[in-house]
């Protein structure tokens, strides 16, 4: 089975403030990462993936996130958050290969004041 | 960019109904997905569709759904009949074969009552 938690289901940062959201995975062998922003009323989108290779990806409007295989961990970080960054993050994985369903973290809602 | 366009995006509907939520994918895509995110919750899978046929469902995708792509037109998802329970936001999403690089809609509301 695998599995994905996002411990923080709320986290409130200033303007111009580091942010660093935490995503945990459980999954039988290397999964495929992802991180999805869901403003109101709209879709998911997509921030960044991790397939293989270099753990730090770059995604984009300045977000990253680093995998760790020994901590079964994604998480996601920016140096400097702006208000429009406020929406819910959403953690994934899923099997690596293509086309394989999405299993997705409960997401964390994102609240940037000026 | 491409995008994933669910019609429509808000429906009411009496328990025991049917109800048919509509999808244009990305027009290029081929693999079509529908996931179920009840209000607070995460997204959860419900069925991903390709080449005319049920490639995986959930537990969630219980007998009374269905899905199909007549002759190439909207991927949709019909609920029939419907329940209380079944009151969500459905996301439907889409991929090229052989990518992972989903593109999700906006969701439909659906409220049974």
């Known amino acids: 089975a695998q599995s994905v938690t996002q411990p923080d289901a709320r986290v409130t940062v200033s303007e111009g403030a580091s942010l660093q959201l935490r995503c945990k995975y459980s999954?039988?062998?290397?999964?495929?990462l992802f991180w999805y922003v869901q403003y109101p009323r709209q879709g998911l989108q997509l921030l960044l993936k991790?397939?293989?290779?270099?753990?730090v990806v770059q995604g984009v409007n300045s977000f990253e996130a680093e995998f760790s295989k020994s901590n079964s961990s994604f998480h996601l970080q920016k140096a400097s958050v702006h208000w429009s960054d406020s929406a819910v993050y959403f953690c994934?994985?899923?099997?690596?290969?293509?086309?394989?369903?999405?299993?997705f973290g409960k997401g964390t809602k994102l609240s940037v004041k000026s | 960019g491409p995008k994933v366009l669910q019609i429509p995006s808000h429906q009411i509907i009496d328990m025991g109904q049917m109800v048919t939520l509509n999808c244009d994918p990305v027009?290029?895509?081929?693999?079509f997905y529908w996931y179920k995110q009840i209000l607070g919750q995460q997204m959860e899978f419900l069925v991903n569709f390709y080449n005319g046929k049920v490639m995986e469902k959930s537990k969630l995708f219980k007998d009374q759904f269905s899905v199909e792509r007549p002759d190439g037109s909207y991927f949709t998802l019909k609920i029939q009949p419907t329940a209380l329970e079944d009151s969500a936001v459905y996301f439907c999403?889409?991929?090229?074969?052989?990518?992972?690089?989903?593109?999700f809609g906006s969701g439909t509301r659906l409220l049974v009552i």
């Open positions: 027009s290029n895509h081929l693999y």
């Open positions: 994934a994985l899923s099997a690596q290969g293509s086309n394989a369903k999405l299993t």
């Open positions: 999954y039988s062998a290397t999964p495929y």
């Open positions: 999403a889409s991929s090229l074969p052989a990518n992972s690089d989903y593109t």
């Open positions: 991790y397939y293989s290779g270099d753990p």
